[in-house]
Structure formats: structure tokens, C-alpha cells
């Protein structure tokens, strides 16, 4: 630097150039800021900054490593005659500090500039295209890469198959993959991650098994994670355990977010046995996620003792809960109406100031209005700074469990209003509260919004929960007419629902055919036998009463207290 100060102002000859980048790179590197901004000082006073579009280049992608994307914006703006370095290194820049749309505009102005992309440029600008879900753009930057003869190079490929699996396009995503004439462990990654980000875990566990025909090449870590994931959202244990093996060869069981994944694996697919083997691999390993995999796999499993000792466990190990182990934990007394514990739970959140969170918040909200305190519940949500959809869902879920329908109607109106896009619990926990109201006109008009308003494909439990709907009200014809013309098979819960409407209206015929479709799909279910039983007893029909008893003493089911 003492060198560098010592020579006259003007432009640095070649040697001190070099000199000024490996200082800018250095600076880069270690994110020093501070010096990166004086050694751009001196540039200024000498005129290299603006002469020199080499050292210009240098200080943009200084600037950008430091994480400070305005300034490099402005050395690029003063650059006489930017060259395919400069804009290069400004779109990867912009990427690099998550200004996607920048990123973007500022690969169209290299475009209309007239300087072809190279692989580095056009990849960065694919990942902008990720990051905003943006297929529109994407597919046009694919179209260059065609035109450029990049779309078959490993790094490009890569990034256009993660920006369609980002947008949700597989069709597109798996094209490109196919189309690659070699791949490596990040491509196979990206397919794993993006089918099984988008809900197609089976895919994802195909493409995962293809890689291991292909012994593996190149499996990191991620791969595994990727896949592991696939496993447990497919509550798949056998293929988990299979995986876990291939994980122990290659040497990554101990990798800190190598032993979440498998935990969090066992416990979604119900198996808390290895899941706590997973644990205790390394009892001093605990960690907030690990903890919280373990908590959410004892809730969902209805253990809440054990979910209520590993919290415990959390704390005696000096870990602090995040917001996501405070949402299982609530969750959990929320399900098994444990008010004082979720009361307890609930100071806790008040201490680690985690109350604003909309997570959180919203399983506050479901917990105090599953135990009836629905004035409170209403008043944690609206306390909440951010309401996501998922603050939404928590209390429209809320008003249906009190039969409170025109609130939930209320809440729904604010919802979309405030600008939330509903998703398809929304509409489960919206047409539940209509149903549990005898509000069936504006219970079948948010149906049909579904699809004609909002873009939502219904699913089973949508048509089942009208279903219950017209059974509830007593408007059986329709009931029977809706499931006639359902394009999806009705659920046990559709056919459970049905029955019970006809057990209170009576109806005989229709009774007999909800209650043997249910028996094909749930043999064993104890209120079947008894809801039919109750049916033939309102009309005295009493030796259809006794063939069904007969039949309920044939495969041993008794009717257990509290069940008439």
C-alpha cells in the first residue's frame, strides 16, 4: 500500500494494475470492506477507476463479495466500455446478493448491448429466474442457451433442469436432464430436490435409485439429504433404512445435517425407535433441529409424554427451542388438551420474543381454541405482526370447530382482502365451518371458488367435506347425487359422514350403501356396524338389527362405552 500511495497520480502502469486487483481480490475474499473502499479511493484520485475497465471489473466484484451490490451497480455505471467481464460479473453479483430481478433486467440490457452471454452469465441469470419462480423468463434464457450451444454443458444444464423444477415445471426439468449428455452429483441433487419439493416423492426416489444403478458417482451429502427427505415425506421406512445403509458406507452417518435428515426421516416415517438410535449416535450432538424432528415425530405418533421429555432433555443439554420447536411442542398439547403445559409453553415464547412469529402464533391461536378459549385464541391472532396463510387457516379453523361459520366467512374475506392467498386448507377448514353452520348455499359457492377464483384443484377431503355438508342438512338426494358425479373416489371419511346422516335421517337404502363402501376401505372400523345397527333400530326393523350384530360378533368387534 506505502508503494502504491508513493506514485504519482494518473493512470497505474500494468504492473501496478496487478497490483491494485490481487488487493481488490484479497479484500474480496476475506470481506474486508473497509480496505476494498480505500484502495477504491486511491483508484479515484489516480482516474484508473473509470479508465481502466480491468480494475473495474475488480472492484464490482469486490463489492459484490462484500455484499454491498449498490456500489458495484455504480462502478459498472461509470465504466466507459463495459466488456463481457463487466457484465458478467455484475449479473453474478446481483445473484449473489439475492437482487434477482436486477439480475435479470441487467442480463436483457447485456442482451440489447449486443454482448453474447457467456455459460457463467447465462447460468447466473437462470438462477435469478429460480429464486422468483419465474418460468417466463427462464424459458427464454433456455431459448438462448439453445441458440448459444450451451444447453447441453454440464454447469448450464444444471441450473436451467433447478430453475424448471423451481417453477414447478418437471416436465421441462426432467427434458433438460435427460438431454444432458453427462451429469454430476449437484444435477442429480436438483432432480431429487425438485420432485420432491414439488410433491412427487416417488419420482424423486426413482431418480435417486437410477443414480445409485450408476454406483453413486460423485454422492455427497446432499444427495442423501435430498433423498432422505423424498423418504420421509412418503412415510417410506424400508427404502429410509436402505438409504441409511448406503449413508454408512460412504462415510456421512456422523455429518451434523447428515444426522438431522435421518432423524427427521425415522421420525416422520413413525419409526422413533431409530429415530432415537439416530440420537444417540452422539449423545453431545444434540442440536435445535435434531430435537425438533424427534419432538414433531412423538406428536404426530401421540406420544406426548416422550415429546414432553425430549423437550426437556433440549433444555438440560443447553439448547435453545427455535420457533419450529415451540410450534411441535404446541401443537402437541393443542392435540391432546394439555392447557396448562401449552400455558406454560406459551410464557416461554413470551421470554425468547418469538411471539411476532406467525409460526408460532398461529399454533398459539389453534392451541387455546382447541381448548375452548376462543376469546383468547382470537386475541393472540390478532397480536400477530404478519399473518401468513397459515395465521389464516389457524383461525378460520378455529371459528369451525365452535360452529361458528359466519365468523369463519368473516375471516376468510379479511384473509384474501389483506391480500393472502388461500390454499387448499383454507378451503378445508372453510367449508368444515360452513358445514358445522348449516350454511350450505355459501358452503357450495366457496367450492366452486376453488377452482374458478383461486386456481385450486379440489381434492378428496374438499368433496368430502361437502359431503358432510348436505348430510348435515339433511339433503341426502344431493348428497348422493354429488358423489355419483365426484371425478375422485370418495373417502372413508365421505362414506362415514354419509352414514351418519343417514342414521339420523333414517334413510335405509342409502345407509347400506355408504356402509358397505366404507367397509371395503376401513373393514375394521367399529362405528360402521354400529351406525347400521342404529339405522334398521330407528325404522324397527329388528331382524336386520340382529344380522347385524351377528355379523359384528362374527369378526369380534365390540361396541365400546360411549359409542351409542
Same mark, same amino acid.
Given at each position: 500500500?506505502?508503494?502504491?500511495?508513493?506514485?504519482?497520480?494518473?493512470?497505474?502502469?500494468?504492473?501496478?494494475?496487478?497490483?491494485?486487483?490481487?488487493?481488490?481480490?484479497?479484500?474480496?475474499?476475506?470481506?474486508?470492506?473497509?480496505?476494498?473502499?480505500?484502495?477504491?479511493?486511491?483508484?479515484?484520485?489516480?482516474?484508473?477507476?473509470?479508465?481502466?475497465?480491468?480494475?473495474?471489473?475488480?472492484?464490482?466484484?469486490?463489492?459484490?463479495?462484500?455484499?454491498?451490490?449498490?456500489?458495484?451497480?455504480?462502478?459498472?455505471?461509470?465504466?466507459?466500455?463495459?466488456?463481457?467481464?463487466?457484465?458478467?460479473?455484475?449479473?453474478?453479483?446481483?445473484?449473489?446478493?439475492?437482487?434477482?430481478?436486477?439480475?435479470?433486467?441487467?442480463?436483457?440490457?447485456?442482451?440489447?448491448?449486443?454482448?453474447?452471454?457467456?455459460?457463467?452469465?447465462?447460468?447466473?441469470?437462470?438462477?435469478?429466474?429460480?429464486?422468483?419462480?419465474?418460468?417466463?423468463?427462464?424459458?427464454?434464457?433456455?431459448?438462448?442457451?439453445?441458440?448459444?450451444?450451451?444447453?447441453?454443458?454440464?454447469?448450464?444444464?444444471?441450473?436451467?433442469?433447478?430453475?424448471?423444477?423451481?417453477?414447478?415445471?418437471?416436465?421441462?426439468?426432467?427434458?433438460?436432464?435427460?438431454?444432458?449428455?453427462?451429469?454430476?452429483? #449437484?444435477?442429480?441433487?436438483?432432480?431429487? /430436490?425438485? $420432485? @420432491? %419439493?414439488? +410433491?412427487? !416423492? *416417488?419420482? =424423486?426416489?426413482?431418480?435417486?435409485?437410477?443414480?445409485?444403478?450408476?454406483?453413486?458417482?460423485?454422492?455427497?451429502?446432499?444427495?442423501?439429504?435430498?433423498?432422505?427427505?423424498?423418504?420421509?415425506?412418503?412415510?417410506?421406512?424400508?427404502?429410509?433404512?436402505?438409504?441409511?445403509?448406503?449413508?454408512?458406507?460412504?462415510?456421512?452417518?456422523?455429518?451434523? #445435517?447428515?444426522?438431522?435428515?435421518?432423524? /427427521?426421516? $425415522? @421420525? %416422520?416415517? +413413525?419409526? !422413533? *425407535?431409530? =429415530?432415537?438410535?439416530?440420537?444417540?449416535?452422539?449423545?453431545?450432538?444434540?442440536?435445535?433441529?435434531?430435537?425438533?424432528?424427534?419432538?414433531?415425530?412423538?406428536?404426530?405418533?401421540?406420544?406426548?409424554?416422550?415429546?414432553?421429555?425430549?423437550?426437556?432433555?433440549?433444555?438440560?443439554?443447553?439448547?435453545?427451542?427455535?420457533?419450529?420447536?415451540?410450534?411441535?411442542?404446541?401443537?402437541?398439547?393443542?392435540?391432546?388438551?394439555?392447557?396448562?403445559?401449552?400455558?406454560?409453553?406459551?410464557?416461554?415464547?413470551?421470554?425468547?420474543?418469538?411471539?411476532?412469529?406467525?409460526?408460532?402464533?398461529?399454533?398459539?391461536?389453534?392451541?387455546?381454541?382447541?381448548?375452548?378459549?376462543?376469546?383468547?385464541?382470537?386475541?393472540?391472532?390478532?397480536?400477530?405482526?404478519?399473518?401468513?396463510?397459515?395465521?389464516?387457516?389457524?383461525?378460520?379453523?378455529?371459528?369451525?370447530?365452535?360452529?361458528?361459520?359466519?365468523?369463519?366467512?368473516?375471516?376468510?374475506?379479511?384473509?384474501?382482502?389483506?391480500?393472502?392467498?388461500?390454499?387448499?386448507?383454507?378451503?378445508?377448514?372453510?367449508?368444515?365451518?360452513?358445514?358445522?353452520?348449516?350454511?350450505?348455499?355459501?358452503?357450495?359457492?366457496?367450492?366452486?371458488?376453488?377452482?374458478?377464483?383461486?386456481?385450486?384443484?379440489?381434492?378428496?377431503?374438499?368433496?368430502?367435506?361437502?359431503?358432510?355438508?348436505?348430510?348435515?342438512?339433511?339433503?341426502?338426494?344431493?348428497?348422493?347425487?354429488?358423489?355419483?358425479?365426484?371425478?375422485?373416489?370418495?373417502?372413508?371419511?365421505?362414506?362415514?359422514?354419509?352414514?351418519?346422516?343417514?342414521?339420523?335421517?333414517?334413510?335405509?337404502?342409502?345407509?347400506?350403501?355408504?356402509?358397505?363402501?366404507?367397509?371395503?376401505?376401513?373393514?375394521?372400523?367399529?362405528?360402521?356396524?354400529?351406525?347400521?345397527?342404529?339405522?334398521?333400530?330407528?325404522?324397527?326393523?329388528?331382524?336386520?338389527?340382529?344380522?347385524?350384530?351377528?355379523?359384528?360378533?362374527?369378526?369380534?368387534?365390540?361396541?365400546?362405552?360411549?359409542?351409542?
Amino acid at each position: 500500500m506505502r508503494k502504491l500511495r508513493s506514485q504519482k497520480a494518473g493512470p497505474p502502469a500494468a504492473a501496478a494494475s496487478l497490483r491494485f486487483a490481487a488487493l481488490l481480490q484479497s479484500c474480496g475474499r476475506t470481506g474486508d470492506i473497509r480496505r476494498g473502499r480505500a484502495l477504491h479511493a486511491r483508484l479515484l484520485l489516480t482516474g484508473a477507476a473509470a479508465a481502466s475497465t480491468f480494475l473495474a471489473n475488480h472492484l464490482i466484484t469486490m463489492y459484490s463479495h462484500c455484499a454491498d451490490a449498490v456500489s458495484a451497480v455504480r462502478v459498472f455505471g461509470v465504466v466507459p466500455r463495459p466488456n463481457l467481464v463487466s457484465w458478467t460479473t455484475l449479473v453474478s453479483g446481483l445473484v449473489q446478493n439475492s437482487m434477482h430481478h436486477d439480475a435479470l433486467a441487467a442480463f436483457a440490457a447485456m442482451r440489447r448491448a449486443h454482448i453474447a452471454p457467456t455459460q457463467f452469465a447465462l447460468s447466473s441469470a437462470a438462477r435469478a429466474a429460480a429464486a422468483l419462480s419465474a418460468p417466463r423468463p427462464g424459458t427464454q434464457l433456455h431459448c438462448i442457451g439453445i441458440r448459444l450451444g450451451f444447453d447441453n454443458e454440464l454447469f448450464v444444464a444444471s441450473n436451467l433442469a433447478d430453475m424448471y423444477s423451481k417453477c414447478g415445471l418437471l416436465h421441462e426439468a426432467c427434458r433438460v436432464f435427460d438431454q444432458m449428455p453427462q451429469k454430476d452429483a #449437484v444435477t442429480w441433487t436438483t432432480m431429487i /430436490d425438485g $420432485y @420432491a %419439493k414439488n +410433491g412427487s !416423492l *416417488e419420482a =424423486a426416489i426413482l431418480i435417486f435409485r437410477d443414480m445409485k444403478c450408476e454406483g453413486l458417482v460423485g454422492a455427497d451429502q446432499h444427495v442423501f439429504c435430498s433423498a432422505l427427505s423424498a423418504s420421509g415425506g412418503l412415510k417410506d421406512g424400508w427404502f429410509g433404512r436402505s438409504l441409511h445403509c448406503c449413508i454408512i458406507k460412504a462415510g456421512f452417518e456422523l455429518e451434523t #445435517v447428515v444426522r438431522n435428515a435421518l432423524l /427427521d426421516m $425415522y @421420525a %416422520k416415517s +413413525g419409526d !422413533l *425407535e431409530n =429415530a432415537s438410535r439416530v440420537v444417540s449416535i452422539d449423545p453431545g450432538g444434540w442440536n435445535v433441529v435434531s430435537a425438533t424432528s424427534l419432538i414433531d415425530g412423538y406428536v404426530e405418533a401421540g406420544r406426548i409424554e416422550e415429546a414432553l421429555e425430549t423437550y426437556t432433555e433440549l433444555g438440560r443439554q443447553g439448547v435453545e427451542p427455535n420457533e419450529f420447536t415451540f410450534a411441535s411442542m404446541i401443537k402437541g398439547c393443542a392435540m391432546h388438551d394439555l392447557l396448562e403445559q401449552g400455558a406454560q409453553l406459551h410464557a416461554q415464547v413470551l421470554k425468547t420474543n418469538l411471539i411476532s412469529d406467525s409460526f408460532v402464533g398461529s399454533t398459539l391461536v389453534y392451541m387455546y381454541g382447541n381448548c375452548g378459549l376462543i376469546s383468547l385464541s382470537l386475541q393472540l391472532f390478532n397480536e400477530i405482526g404478519y399473518r401468513t396463510e397459515i395465521a389464516w387457516n389457524a383461525v378460520i379453523n378455529v371459528y369451525a370447530q365452535h360452529g361458528h361459520g359466519w365468523g369463519a366467512i368473516q375471516a376468510f374475506d379479511r384473509m384474501t382482502s389483506s391480500g393472502i392467498r388461500p390454499n387448499h386448507i383454507t378451503f378445508v377448514c372453510l367449508l368444515t365451518a360452513c358445514s358445522h353452520a348449516g350454511l350450505v348455499d355459501e358452503g357450495l359457492g366457496y367450492f366452486h371458488s376453488m377452482k374458478d377464483a383461486h386456481g385450486i384443484e379440489p381434492k378428496a377431503e374438499h368433496y368430502s367435506c361437502i359431503i358432510d355438508m348436505y348430510g348435515r342438512a339433511g339433503r341426502l338426494d344431493e348428497a348422493e347425487k354429488f358423489i355419483s358425479e365426484m371425478p375422485v373416489k370418495p373417502s372413508a371419511y365421505a362414506w362415514c359422514s354419509l352414514l351418519g346422516a343417514c342414521r339420523m335421517q333414517g334413510n335405509k337404502e342409502l345407509g347400506e350403501v355408504a356402509a358397505q363402501n366404507l367397509m371395503k376401505l376401513d373393514p375394521n372400523n367399529t362405528g360402521i356396524h354400529i351406525s347400521l345397527s342404529g339405522i334398521y333400530t330407528s325404522l324397527g326393523q329388528w331382524e336386520d338389527v340382529k344380522a347385524v350384530k351377528k355379523s359384528m360378533k362374527d369378526i369380534s368387534i365390540k361396541k365400546l362405552p360411549g359409542f351409542s
